[in-house]
T-cell receptor, first 115, second 111 residues
Framework: GAVVSQHPSRVICKSGTSVKIECRSLDFQATTMFWYRQFPKQSLMLMATSNEGSKATYEQGVEKDKFLINHASLTLSTLTVTSAHPEDSSFYICSASFAGGNEQYFGPGTRLTVT | QKEVEQDPGPLSVPEGAIVSLNCTYSNSAFQYFMWYRQYSRKGPELLMYTYSSGNKEDGRFTAQVDKSSKYISLFIRDSQPSDSATYLC???????????FGTGTRLQVFP
């Protein structure tokens, strides 16, 4: 149980374009979803927290107009990287938790490369 | 000082060894403690979830929490090459759903 999927697993895009990453909880309802970014050999950096039907809460230093997060249902959240630049190239990972639970279940991650 | 400290390693052990991974923390409000395993280029996988002080065992894995010392450990018995991965500790206080992660310890188990 507690499976989270992400799509796509890998994406290459040109500078200036937008990329959408989907995160789905497959076998539970995720009241809260989280988006992280991870650089090579570093730990996870929380970007934002989203609750179903509400606006996302962004961490300090994360541009909300650049990283658009939508949590339209209890099983789906999307992260859109707008006007991507090479410095946005990274490993993006989502996680989900259910009501009353502190543990988070992670997706497999999406590797974004901006050329 | 970081809220959660974890030795990045790498830690290299022979197959069959007992592995001890540790984290220390400074925030006494932390109530929930987790260990995740992350293989290269994959998302973290939840291994153990504990709250308050004490031990929890699951197969070859034992999680230990000592709140008085602000110290948590993960023990892996009979380590296998397939255990080679980065192990992340994570914790959160009672009143928030955010997790604070350690930097991760890279473990290499050689045959």
């Amino acid at each position: 149980g507690a499976v989270v999927s992400q799509h796509p697993s890998r994406v290459i895009c040109k500078s200036g374009t937008s990329v959408k990453i989907e995160c789905r909880s497959l076998d539970f309802q995720a009241t809260t979803m989280f988006w992280y970014r991870q650089f090579p050999k570093q730990s996870l950096m929380l970007m934002a927290t989203s609750n179903e039907g509400s606006k996302a809460t962004y961490e300090q230093g994360v541009e909300k107009d650049k990283f658009l997060i939508n949590h339209a249902s209890l099983t789906l959240s999307t992260l859109t990287v707008t006007s991507a630049h090479p410095e946005d190239s990274s490993f993006y990972i989502c996680s989900a938790s259910f009501a009353g639970g502190n543990e988070q279940y992670f997706g497999p991650g999406t590797r974004l490369t901006v050329t | 000082q970081k809220e959660v400290e974890q030795d990045p390693g790498p830690l290299s052990v022979p197959e069959g060894a007992i592995v001890s991974l540790n984290c220390t923390y400074s925030n006494s409000a932390f109530q929930y403690f987790m260990w995740y395993r992350q293989y290269s280029r994959k998302g973290p996988e939840l291994l153990m979830y504990t709250y308050s002080s004490g031990n929890k065992e699951d197969g070859r894995f034992t999680a230990q929490v000592d709140k008085s010392s602000k110290y948590i450990s993960l023990f892996i018995r009979d380590s296998q090459p397939s255990d080679s991965a980065t192990y992340l500790c994570a914790m959160s206080p009672y009143n928030t759903d955010k997790l604070i992660f350690g930097t991760g310890t890279r473990l290499q188990v050689f045959p």
